[in-house]
C-alpha cells in the first residue's frame, strides 16, 4: 500500500471530516495505482466538504504530475443532509452568518493551503449530477461520497461511473451491508456496481470499497 509523506498524513488528520486513517491510506493507495496505471486521466471526487479525503487524490496527482495527473472535487458545499442543523453531523462554524447556510469552500480552500495542494486540485462548485452531465473526459478514479439518501447517491453513480476508464477505479465510501452500522444507499450503489458485471472488487477497508472496471456499462 502506498505510504502517506509525514506533511501529507499531519494535513489529513488535521483537517476536518469524518474518513479515519486507515480508510484515508486505502483511498490513497488506490488513487496512487490508478494514477499510475492510466497515466494523465483525472482523481475525480464527489463530496469535497473540508477537504480531507481531497487532500489524498492531491498527494496521488502529486506524484504522477509529470504525466498530467490532476484531482479534481466536486461539491456544491452547502453541507449534505446530514449536516444540516439539528442532524447528527452539522457544525455550527461552518454555517456562513451572512446568508445562514452551510459554506464548506472557505474552509476547504484553507485545508488546501494548509496541505500545499492547491496547485493539484481543480475544485468545481457546483451540484454533482450536472457537473457530471457537462464532464467530458474518462477518469481513471471516481470516489462517490457525496450524499447518502438514495436520491443522491444513485445520482453520483449514474453521473459518475460512465466516465470510469476502462481498468479505472471506482471507489464507495460509507458502505455498511448491516442496516445497524449506517445508512444503506452507498451499499445499494456499491451492490448496483458489482451486480452489473462491470465493476470487480479490489478491496475493503472497513466502510471504503474499491472496485476496477472490468467491463463495460454501469
Known amino acids: 500500500m502506498a ?3 509525514p506533511r501529507v498524513q499531519a494535513a489529513f488528520e488535521a ?26 486521466l483525472p482523481l475525480l471526487e464527489v463530496g469535497t466538504y473540508c477537504g480531507r479525503s481531497t487532500i489524498l487524490l492531491a498527494a496521488a496527482a502529486r506524484a504522477a504530475r509529470a504525466t498530467g495527473t490532476t484531482a479534481v472535487t466536486v461539491d456544491h458545499h452547502r453541507g449534505s443532509e446530514e449536516q444540516q442543523p439539528g442532524w447528527e453531523y452539522h ?3 461552518l454555517v456562513d452568518p451572512e446568508v445562514g447556510l452551510m459554506d464548506t469552500l472557505p474552509t476547504f480552500r484553507r485545508t488546501l493551503h494548509a ?23 474518462p477518469l ?36 455498511f451491508p448491516d442496516p445497524a ?38
Open 115 to 137: 496541505a500545499g495542494f492547491e496547485d493539484d486540485v481543480i475544485a468545481i462548485a457546483g451540484r454533482s449530477p450536472q457537473v457530471a452531465a457537462v464532464w467530458g473526459k
Open 15 to 40: 483537517a476536518k471530516g469524518f474518513m479515519p486513517l486507515d480508510e484515508g491510506l486505502a483511498l490513497h493507495a488506490a488513487a496512487t495505482d490508478a494514477a499510475a496505471r492510466l497515466p494523465g
Open 91 to 93: 457544525d455550527k462554524d
Open 140 to 175: 481513471a478514479l471516481v470516489f462517490i461520497d457525496g450524499g447518502h439518501t438514495d436520491e443522491h447517491a444513485t445520482a453520483d453513480y449514474e453521473g459518475w461511473a460512465p466516465h470510469v476508464a476502462p481498468d479505472g477505479v471506482l471507489v464507495v465510501h460509507d458502505v
Open 3 to 5: 505510504t502517506l509523506h
Open 181 to 218: 452500522d449506517g445508512g444503506q444507499a452507498p451499499y445499494r450503489v456499491y451492490r448496483r456496481a458489482l451486480d452489473s458485471g462491470a465493476f470487480t472488487e479490489v478491496s475493503v477497508t472497513r466502510s471504503l470499497r474499491v472496485l476496477r472496471r472490468t467491463g463495460e456499462g454501469i
